[in-house]
């Protein structure tokens, strides 16, 4: 289009290209545009149209674009202003984060921050153009239009107010959820360029769902194995960018989750009906957020609906889920509750582990929201959950010689969180969480060896440890201006650790002896961790932005205080059309170690404190990379990472748990580092999407105490990670869902014989040496949407691990008898067993929804 009329262009594009928008004929009145219109992203078509105009735009999370002027007034304290709250309908209704506040009269916008509040300065006296009160309804009142994806939007007349008043007048909007019929249709914004998209993904529903479920359990953190950096099978937890599971900070509403998996590792704590999708970062961190090095994975349970009650029930092969949501009493407030229970061992154990290794377990939801005013939000969320795993191991190696064992495992989280949430200004607002938690971890070894005519040995042993929590967080939010948006705050914790309590009993026929120790370390140790942080989202310029901050931490263990100086550096730079360059700096520090008795078997869960004979972890982590929109609803990111960290901790022998002395008597401190380069490829709208990841990456520790001081690979060093994702919706009731996943196998140290080796090292070899096999699977699926009855109904049929491959869950090591004279005079040789994970399994998972 060469020389044509700005409006015209936009409403070809709304008609065209299906582009939303919003904008006042007064606005774009005058405007010649010239732009050539290719098949290229929303947001590349609007820079192109809008050059040269003096406008520009604001993306709403729906994907509607909303026009004004590129002019940046600064605010005084004469001028006049919009404030309010954007609320759910009905009294009570949660506050709707991210909903546009537009006054057409003005050209003026601006979103709901993260409670709902918004504040719009308008300007004043000279500056009110004769149109904009013609398009007013009054000289007292302002139209303004509020719209949020999902809602139906609201057109209220309110009054604009001097800013030092603003505080008495603030006005609450309350938007109507919009009801959509059976089958769902998913409305989802396409990124941009000048959007934050490296290290950083925030899921939405339908991606969770494209991925095919475990079973047909639906799991928000399924999503998470297949997005680069990440690995994960099984108990391992996720390890990102090279990092142990201990070093993920893990949240539920503000809350810190020290074990986030149920089920030895393949389904998390997170009830996908109760918790919305999570926010996940691998870099770029803001100052906001700290105490842990690798990543930062929170999540956020639903409130309910105050207008409705609602619910849901849904039964698969591991598990059964009922949710139920709706309104309190004097229509104030709102509540979910939300419950699952396992079973394995009734309905699918034979088909799964087998009749003698049952897991089992359950975990309970309670939110609770209410209005105390209209600035005033309280919010209450429980959680409590268990689990419960026991295996036995049976060997006849010959010879008369015969042995066995019992493994059991239970740990649990109990939770709780109070969220004041309070609106002091238009520009400020601010939030305050108490919690409060429990994890334990117990685990039972029992084994029995008997000879014929030697005669029995049997050994009992006890793990118990754990950790408590009570803390207090307070955020603050501040817009001063349009360009920048700080954010402020603190953070208190009282950590109460049992550093494992331990109680062994041996006892052999052939001595006439029984050995009854307990082994306890003593007091449990009690560390106050606090941390203090400012941030600023400022926009430098219309293709130029950068996140600045600053975070201070500390603990006090024992008589020591431990401090930290965290800078955080975040750049973005937008130098052409749907391209995008991005770079970071962040500094972290970690006050609290996970420490592993085996990293052979499944892991003994271990958490201790930083002391003033370990001291706390700490890293630096650099990324840059580019992320670039191809059009056609393809985009793709490459970014490349390094960290560097020291104060890891590792025990001094990796094949066995240490069954005397204190956890800091056999620990060895060091540093390691992390680096790779990650590629991902998306396609977005259309009946089939999907994304391909790759990562090529490599991590080592490095010990004075072990392997000779020599780096070695750390256990989850894996060089090739590739996974693909395809769903493609067939018909309006049917969706089909494909997976593959390719890792190379976990490095781990094995004992080539009997024979005594020196600690944490093998003959002729390094630490992490040996490597279990390549990981490789294919999950596919179909899912059925449909209604009938009054209710929504989804079936979901699918295969796990489709052609049959045999993957490693860990190694099970035994002994032998030699057949012919043993070397050094021992009678038994070690064994190694790769114990693989379930073959192929049918997925199965019905929902009703009322």
């Not at 999503?223 to 391992?236: C, D, H, N």
């Not at 849904?314 to 939300?338: D, H, K, Q, T």
């Not at 489709?802 to 032998?816: C, I, M, S, T």
């Amino acid at each position: 289009m060469e020389d044509a009329p700005l409006q015209a262009v936009l409403e070809r594009l709304r008609q065209k290209a299906r582009i939303d928008l919003i904008y006042t004929s007064q606005l774009v009145r005058g405007h010649r545009v010239t732009c050539k219109i290719e098949a290229q992203s929303p947001s590349a078509l609007m820079r192109c149209v809008l050059r040269g105009t003096g406008l520009r735009y604001r993306r709403l999370s729906s994907g509607t674009f909303a026009l004004k002027e590129e002019t940046a007034r600064e605010e005084n304290a004469s001028q006049t202003v919009l404030a309010g709250v954007v609320r759910t309908a009905a009294p009570g209704g949660e506050g709707v984060s991210g909903a546009f506040v537009w006054a057409p009269a003005f050209a003026k916008g601006t979103t709901t921050d993260k409670a709902g509040f918004f504040r719009l300065a308008l300007p004043t006296g000279a500056a009110l153009a004769d149109s904009a009160r013609a398009e007013a309804a009054s000289a007292d009142t302002v139209a303004v239009f509020v719209s949020h994806v999902g809602y139906a939007s609201a057109r209220p007349l309110l009054a604009p107010r001097a800013s030092a008043d603003e505080e008495k007048e603030r006005v609450t909007i309350r938007l109507h959820p919009t009801p959509v019929a059976l089958p769902p249709v998913a409305v989802e914004a396409q990124p941009s360029a000048d959007e934050e998209r490296l290290s950083t993904a925030r899921l939405r529903p339908a991606q969770v769902e494209s991925v095919p479920p475990f079973l047909g359990e639906t799991d928000p953190i399924d999503i998470l194995r297949l997005l680069p950096g990440v690995q994960s099978e099984g108990a391992a937890g996720l390890s990102v960018r090279g990092s142990g599971p201990e070093q993920n900070l893990v949240l539920l509403d503000g809350a810190p989750v020290y074990n986030a998996y149920h089920a030895l590792g393949f389904l998390s704590v997170f009830n996908p009906s109760v918790v919305r999708g999570p926010e996940f970062r691998t870099g770029r961190f803001p100052a906001r957020y700290g105490g842990h090095l690798a990543s930062v994975l929170s999540f956020r349970t639903r409130e309910g609906d105050p207008a409705s009650y609602d619910g849901s029930a849904s039964l698969g092969l591991i598990n059964g889920n009922v949710f139920a949501e709706g309104p309190l009493g004097a229509e104030r407030g709102s509540f979910a509750l939300g419950a699952r229970r396992s079973f394995v061992g009734e309905l699918a154990q034979p088909l799964l582990l087998g009749t003698d290794s049952p897991f089992r377990f359950w975990d309970l939801n309670a939110v609770a929201g209410y209005d105390l005013t209209p600035r005033d939000h309280l919010r209450l969320s429980l959680y409590a959950g268990r689990d419960d795993y026991r295996d036995r191991f049976e060997e006849d190696s010959g010879s008369g010689r015969a042995s066995s064992a019992d493994i059991g495992l239970e740990w649990g989280t109990q939770l709780a969180t109070l969220r004041w949430d309070h609106a002091f200004s238009g520009s400020l607002s601010g939030s305050a969480v108490l919690f409060a938690s429990d994890y334990d971890y117990r685990s039972l070894y029992r084994s029995e060896t008997s000879r014929e005519g030697i005669g029995q040995k049997s050994t009992r042993l006890n793990f118990v440890s754990g950790v408590r929590d009570v803390g207090l967080r307070a955020d603050f939010d501040y817009a001063p201006a349009s360009r920048h948006d700080a954010r402020f705050g603190f953070a208190l914790t009282r950590h109460r650790y049992r550093p494992g309590e331990r109680d062994l009993r041996q006892s052999s026929t052939r001595e006439g002896v029984i050995r009854d120790t307990a082994l306890t370390p003593g007091a449990e140790p009690r560390t106050t961790e606090w941390a203090l942080y400012t941030e600023d989202e400022v926009q430098l310029s219309s293709r130029l932005s950068a996140n600045v901050g600053v975070r201070g931490s500390g603990l006090f263990t024992g008589e020591s205080l431990y401090a930290t100086l965290e800078p955080r550096l975040s750049v973005r730079y937008a130098p052409a059309e749907a391209l995008a360059v991005e770079a970071s700096y962040s500094r972290m520090a970690q006050y609290v170690h996970q420490l592993s008795t085996s990293a052979l078997g499944l892991p003994i869960d271990l958490w201790v404190p930083a002391t003033p004979r370990v001291g706390p972890a700490r890293g630096h982590q650099v990324t840059t990379g580019l992320a670039h929109d191809f059009g056609g609803g393809f985009e793709g990111t490459l970014e490349g990472y390094y960290k560097w960290m020291t104060g890891l901790v590792e025990y001094e022998d990796p094949t066995g748990a240490p069954l005397s002395g204190s956890w800091e008597e056999l620990v060895e401190a060091g540093r390691g580092r992390s680096y790779g380069v990650e590629l991902l490829l998306e396609k977005h709208g259309g009946a089939t999407t999907g994304w391909l990841s790759y990562t090529l990456s490599r991590s080592t520790r490095t010990f004075e105490g072990l392997n000779g001081g020599e780096p070695f690979p750390f256990r989850y060093d894996r060089r090739h990670d590739l996974t693909l994702t395809l769903a493609h919706q067939l018909t309006s009731y049917l969706e089909l869902t494909g997976t593959w996943v390719y890792r190379t196998g976990n490095a781990l140290t094995l004992p080539e014989s009997g024979a005594p080796v020196p600690a944490n090292t093998r003959p002729g070899g390094v630490r992490n040496s040996d490597r279990l096999p390549a990981y490789e699977r294919l999950d596919a699926g179909a899912r059925f949407t449909f209604s009938g009855g009054g209710a929504g109904h989804q079936l979901y049929l699918g295969v796990y691990n489709a052609y049959d491959h045999a993957n490693p869950f860990f190694v099970r090591l035994g002994e032998k008898l030699f057949e012919e004279t043993p070397p050094e005079g021992r009678p038994y040789r070690t064994i190694r067993k790769i114990v693989t994970l379930p073959t192929v399994l049918p997925a199965l998972r019905y929902t009703i929804m009322f």
